[in-house]
Each structure stands twice: as C-alpha cells, then as structure tokens.
C-alpha cells in the first residue's frame, strides 16, 4: 500500500488537473498512516489557483487528523477566505478534525461552521 501511496503522491504534481484530483481523493481514503505521509504533497493544493484542487486538498486533509496540524493556519485561511463555500466548509471541517492541535481554533471553528450552514 506505501509503494502506492508514493506512487499517488507524485501524481499530486501532475499538470493535468483531473490526475492531481483523483490523486488527492485516493490518497484522502487511504489509511490515516499512509496519507499523513504525504501531508506536505497534499498541502500544496491548498494554494492552488484551482477551486478543484483546493477542495481536493482540504477534504483529503480532513482525513489527516492530527497529522495536519502543521498546515491548520493554512486550512483556518481556506475556512475564513476562500471565495467557494464548498472548499470553506472542507477546511473548517478538515481543523475540526485535527483533534488537540485544533483546541486553539476552536472558537472560530464553530462560529464559521454555524455561518456556513446558515447561508
């Protein structure tokens, strides 16, 4: 399952969209263990200029746990900014899911998650 989790991740740098995606979707089902080895790789696309991309990124984070508590800033931004509610959602759902690391958050985690349902 590693060799192919590696084999994933270096998918997540593909120049076609579609590949990257479905990368970022296998590797956000695989294992907790084997995705938050390439947390970095999935990190990326949170930047990305794609709102596919992004919302590739943040559900597969998600599925990091506390594994992503390096990039919670990064996704807390997606949460508060990003111009689609889908991928705000996924962020603010991916720091909810971070368990202790997410404690600071919290607060803002809540309020945004109120707001969102409520528009």
């Given at each position: 399952a590693d060799e192919?989790?590696?084999k994933l991740a270096r998918l997540l740098s593909d120049p076609d969209e579609g590949v990257c995606m479905a990368a970022a979707v296998a590797l956000g089902k695989a294992s907790?263990?084997?995705s938050a080895q390439h947390a970095?790789?999935?990190a990326v696309l949170l930047d990305s200029e794609s709102t596919t991309l992004r919302l590739a990124g943040a559900n597969?984070?998600?599925?990091?746990?506390?594994?992503?508590?390096?990039?919670?800033?990064r996704l807390m931004a997606l949460a508060e900014k990003?111009?689609?509610k889908q991928i705000r959602l996924a962020a603010a759902l991916a720091v909810?899911?971070?368990g202790d690391a997410a404690a600071?958050?919290?607060e803002r985690i809540?309020?945004?998650?109120?707001?969102l349902s409520a528009s």
């Open positions: 192919n989790a590696d907790a263990a084997v970095e790789g999935l597969a984070m998600a599925s990091l746990g506390e594994a992503s508590s390096p990039y919670l800033e990003d111009a689609s909810a899911q971070a600071p958050f919290e809540g309020e945004l998650l109120t707001d």
